[in-house]
């Protein structure tokens, strides 16, 4: 897809989603949310593969963001997506830091605060 990252994390959605949540609070960081798709669609009577999206972020890196460019704050807080693809593991996708930012005109450092979900993934990734 264009603009998103995708990798395998060894661990189910669950494990998945919970070590992210862990990774988040490690880096100072706190998740804002975790939208639990397929727990929505049980509800309404449908069915889909276990799909969760973890929303988090810190004011001290995403405020500076939006105070040079508002409209930044339509991709802000982060998110990972962590989806069962029917294979061991699951799949964590996020948007890549260099799409979200020629968006925007962002550059340096304020490009490294949007790759903090690259960071997390590979954390993620290396837990086996």
Known sequence: MNGLV???SPHDVAETVAAIR???EHRGAAV??????AGAA???GLSMPETMVVSFGD???G????????????DLPLRIMVRDDGRPGSLMTWQDPAYVGQRYGLTGDQL??????????EAVAGSA
């Open 59 to 61: 004011p001290r890196a």
């Open 112 to 121: 490294k605060v949007l790759g903090t979900p690259a960071a997390i993934a």
């Open 22 to 24: 862990r990774e988040v």
């Open 32 to 37: 804002v949310a975790v939208v639990d798709h």
């Open 63 to 74: 405020t500076p963001l939006m105070q040079a460019v508002p409209e930044v704050a339509m």
């Open 42 to 44: 049980r509800k309404a």
């Open 6 to 8: 995708t990798a395998r």
